[in-house]
């Protein structure tokens, strides 16, 4: 491909930037041997951790399984393929989420069931819900059910002072 940040990269490469470029947010990087990391499915793969001061919701960086990066906090992950492109958007991810401007958003039904998760950016917290949530919606059969039985959608943070969770109320037809 002539897109230079399309290039493929090996993502085991990239620890040791991912440590350095946050170094200021003190990560620690673990291995299949190491107790609780048992997880990972490969031999070489490798668990960056970035240890949350405010509560117990850190972020974990998956790197190596399956040939590319997972993202994980709060109730939500995020893939990203081997290619520098999409490093640099996990690289992105990270740093919006320690400073409070991505979020984890998880949608769930008013029995506690889930329907979906993403991450979004703060400003985006105020939208439509629907719209934030559209791969869900637009799938009719989920949409009637959020919508005749309630909804919730909640939003988790780096720093839980600007933790929020909207619930929607069932509406009820006549019909």
Not at 85 to 98: Q, S, V
Not at 132 to 160: A, D, M, Q, R
Request: aromatic share 14%; glycine share 4%; net charge negative.
């Amino acid at each position: 491909m002539d897109n230079k940040n399309h290039q493929e990269i090996n993502v085991l490469d990239k620890e040791s930037e991912i440590l350095s470029l946050f170094k200021e947010y003190n990560p620690r990087s673990f291995c299949k041997k190491d107790e609780g990391f048992d997880w990972l499915e490969e031999e070489d793969s490798k668990c960056v951790v970035f240890i949350n001061p405010f509560y117990d919701n850190d972020i974990e960086i998956n790197i190596g399984d399956r040939g590319e990066f997972t993202l994980f906090f709060g109730n939500n992950h995020e893939h990203y393929c081997a290619y520098q492109d999409d490093y640099e958007n996990l690289l992105e991810r990270i740093k919006k989420i320690l400073i409070n401007e991505s979020c984890g958003a998880v949608l769930k039904d008013s029995v506690d069931k889930w329907f979906g998760s993403c991450f979004c950016e703060k400003n985006e917290v105020d939208k439509e819900l629907s719209q934030i949530f559209n791969f869900c919606f637009k799938v009719k059969e989920f949409s009637n059910h959020l919508i005749k039985t309630g909804y919730s959608v909640c939003f988790t943070f780096w720093n839980p002072a600007d933790n929020k969770t909207i619930a929607i109320e069932p509406t009820h037809c006549n019909n």
